[in-house]
């Protein structure tokens, strides 16, 4: 019920942005590290600024020179390690970049879980619960004014909505400690540097004290004919 009554709520990005952000002036912050998001969220953050009549800090797009800890891993671990550490004071980054899967699936900050394995697969359960339920309320006493259908466009929309908000939060909650976020892929180059690649293309090599990897794990697929074009294999976790 309350993410039915959450998604309900949230049919405007202006009222997502309200519900997501711990305070308003969290949208000053996003924008003041405006390199770190996407053309939809800077035009989303910016409206509701205007708005709001917010003071919009100026973008800081210099990279640090040198990190006390870099993360590498944009899921629950890297996520909690990253915040964690520069709530005690540390310059902390973290570096997520998602591969896409044969089929082409990719997906955001927040990892696995959030994205494409347990909160996505256990909110389409929900939604076959209460399907199941409605069957069977009938024998329970309830009276239906007509037989209950399902709107799988309707539960996909909401689904997609509930995780893009969870997204921003993140994003939200890394620009809140002054943690860096570098969508990018990363490679060692020694032990205390690695080379990172944005979707365009761009290298930047970044050095830090620690690296903490905490990519998690992805599905080898098996030496058979078609199994790369299956879309159950690969891409969704466990949960």
Wanted: glycine content about 10%; charged content about 20%.
């Amino acid at each position: 019920a309350c993410f039915a009554d959450r998604q309900n709520t949230l049919k405007t990005a202006t009222l997502l942005l309200l519900r997501q952000l711990p305070c308003l002036r969290g949208c000053s912050r996003l924008l003041s590290r405006s390199q770190e998001l996407g053309p939809r969220q800077r035009r989303l953050c910016s409206t509701l600024a205007q708005r709001l009549g917010l003071p919009v800090q100026a973008a800081q797009d210099n990279m640090p020179d040198h990190f006390d800890l870099l993360v590498i891993g944009g899921g629950s671990g890297g996520l909690a390690c990253s915040k964690r550490a520069a709530q005690h004071g540390k310059k902390v980054a973290v570096c997520d970049f998602v591969k896409p899967t044969p089929i082409g699936t990719t997906w955001k900050l927040g990892g696995t879980c959030v994205n494409v394995g347990c909160i996505p697969k256990k909110l389409m359960h929900t939604a076959a619960l209460l399907g199941e339920g409605m069957k069977d309320a009938v024998s329970y006493g309830w009276e239906m004014p007509a037989e209950p259908t399902h709107k799988w466009e309707t539960m996909v929309e909401n689904v997609q909505q509930h995780i893009f908000s969870l997204n921003f939060g993140y994003r939200s909650d890394l620009m809140e400690n002054s943690v860096k976020y570098l969508n990018a892929y990363a490679t060692f180059l020694d032990p205390h540097t690695v080379r990172t690649v944005d979707k365009k293309g761009k290298e930047v090599d970044v050095t830090a004290d620690t690296i903490v990897i905490a990519t998690g794990g992805r599905p080898n697929y098996p030496d058979i004919p078609g199994a790369a074009g299956v879309s159950g294999v690969g891409d969704a976790g466990c949960g």
